[in-house]
């Protein structure tokens, strides 16, 4: 019997296609780039386990999304969501972390370029029927850093003082957030016009939300430092393109990100302990960090110490006992 990923391609049309894997993500989805035999047509077959079918319909539901309002999500060129592959177009290797990092002269103008892309998305109507990323469901998703970052610290105060701050600062559901918006999931695409420049990748958890949430992903990314001052002119671009007050903004930035750099604390531990995937410790730091600068901001006054009660710094003993694996939470 043919193998089903075999079956799946040769429907599709490129049976017969040599195969490169790519480097995967955070999560169990894995990527392989296609090459016809002439060598010049390629795409990318995703692929996850069958028990991935909502977060494949949800993946696909919002690339057609994407695609309608202008905006560069790969096209589907074939689907089998229920046994977790979908054959995308190739948008290529022209990831903005890279060319940062290879010309760091590329940098304003390429993050400039990324957050018109996000300013457009927060004119774009949300998909009908979307997730709302509601302050007591951000609050909520903290949780990880208290199971897994600080295990028998306690979430509850935690919890209960971001709904009171999400609420008084962040409590709008009315933009797309992607929610993964970072510059390794950007692909610059130079031959394309406006917003579709901005090739976009992982968008299956979207949610309807704050439209600084984005911002706050690009800016106080986990995986990269942005130059000096790069984060504030890019914070006043997007409130010059949306209209939001930059005095608001700036405090819906730190706030949403002191919820987003707490919860990724959580992840990146669970991703080690948990996955093996002890890689993520190392970018820990910098996501601490980013959580420090947070809170600095007046509206955090009032969590800031709790936090650093429970959470302890992340020292090179702390961060070795984080990657440990097999340590499940009680």
Same mark, same amino acid.
């Given at each position: 019997?043919?193998?089903?990923?075999? %079956?799946?391609? *040769?429907? +599709?049309?490129? @049976?017969? *296609?040599?195969? !490169?894997?790519?480097?995967?993500?955070?999560?169990? &989805?894995?990527?392989?780039?296609?090459?016809?035999?002439?060598?010049?047509?390629?795409?990318?077959?995703?692929?996850?386990?069958p028990?991935?079918?909502?977060?494949?319909?949800?993946?696909?539901?919002?690339?057609?999304?994407?695609?309608?309002?202008?905006?560069?999500?790969?096209?589907?060129?074939?689907?089998?969501?229920?046994?977790?592959?979908?054959?995308?177009? #190739?948008?290529? #290797?022209?990831?903005?972390?890279?060319?940062? #990092?290879?010309?760091?002269?590329?940098?304003?103008?390429?993050?400039?370029?990324?957050?018109?892309?996000?300013?457009?998305?927060?004119?774009?109507?949300?998909?009908?029927?979307?997730?709302?990323?509601?302050?007591?469901?951000?609050?909520?998703?903290?949780?990880?850093?208290?199971?897994?970052?600080?295990?028998?610290?306690? *979430?509850?105060?935690?919890?209960?003082?971001?709904?009171? $701050?999400?609420?008084?600062? /962040?409590?709008?559901?009315?933009?797309?957030?992607? &929610?993964?918006?970072? +510059?390794?999931?950007?692909?610059?695409?130079?031959?394309?016009?406006?917003?579709?420049?901005?090739?976009?990748? @992982?968008?299956? @958890?979207?949610? +309807?939300?704050?439209?600084?949430? #984005?911002? /706050?992903?690009?800016i106080?990314? !986990?995986?990269?430092?942005?130059?000096?001052?790069?984060?504030?002119?890019?914070?006043?671009?997007?409130?010059?393109?949306?209209?939001l007050?930059?005095?608001?903004?700036?405090?819906?930035v730190h706030? $949403?990100g002191?919820?987003?750099?707490?919860?990724?604390?959580?992840?990146? *531990?669970a991703?080690?302990? %948990?996955?093996?995937?002890? &890689?993520?410790?190392?970018?820990?730091?910098?996501?601490?960090?980013? $959580?420090?600068?947070?809170? +600095?901001?007046? /509206?955090?006054?009032?969590?800031?110490?709790?936090?650093?009660?429970?959470?302890?710094?992340?020292?090179?003993?702390?961060?070795?006992?984080?990657?440990?694996?097999?340590?499940?939470?009680?």
């Amino acid at each position: 019997m043919a193998d089903p990923v075999d %079956r799946f391609l *040769a429907r +599709a049309g490129w @049976d017969g *296609a040599r195969r !490169a894997a790519l480097a995967g993500d955070a999560s169990s &989805r894995r990527y392989v780039r296609l090459f016809r035999p002439d060598r010049i047509e390629t795409s990318v077959l995703m692929m996850t386990g069958p028990d991935a079918a909502a977060s494949n319909t949800a993946f696909l539901k919002i690339a057609g999304h994407l695609e309608s309002h202008g905006f560069s999500a790969p096209r589907i060129l074939a689907r089998d969501p229920a046994n977790g592959m979908i054959l995308l177009e #190739d948008l290529g #290797d022209a990831l903005v972390a890279r060319l940062c #990092d290879d010309d760091p002269t590329r940098e304003p103008a390429l993050y400039a370029a990324a957050v018109d892309t996000l300013a457009a998305l927060a004119r774009t109507p949300c998909p009908e029927d979307l997730p709302r990323y509601t302050p007591s469901f951000m609050a909520a998703a903290v949780d990880p850093a208290f199971d897994w970052y600080a295990p028998g610290a306690d *979430a509850g105060p935690v919890r209960d003082r971001f709904a009171e $701050l999400l609420t008084r600062h /962040a409590d709008r559901q009315d933009s797309l957030g992607l &929610r993964d918006f970072h +510059a390794e999931n950007l692909i610059w695409l130079p031959d394309r016009r406006g917003v579709a420049r901005m090739g976009l990748l @992982d968008f299956q @958890d979207a949610m +309807a939300g704050h439209p600084a949430y #984005d911002l /706050a992903s690009l800016i106080q990314d !986990a995986r990269r430092d942005l130059s000096p001052g790069l984060d504030q002119s890019l914070i006043r671009r997007f409130s010059d393109a949306t209209g939001l007050a930059h005095g608001a903004l700036v405090t819906a930035v730190h706030v $949403l990100g002191a919820q987003r750099n707490l919860r990724i604390l959580g992840i990146f *531990a669970a991703l080690s302990q %948990r996955d093996g995937k002890s &890689r993520y410790i190392d970018m820990i730091p910098r996501v601490w960090g980013h $959580l420090m600068t947070c809170l +600095a901001h007046p /509206a955090l006054a009032d969590i800031e110490p709790v936090l650093k009660q429970a959470l302890p710094p992340p020292h090179p003993a702390y961060l070795s006992k984080l990657r440990s694996p097999c340590r499940m939470p009680s």
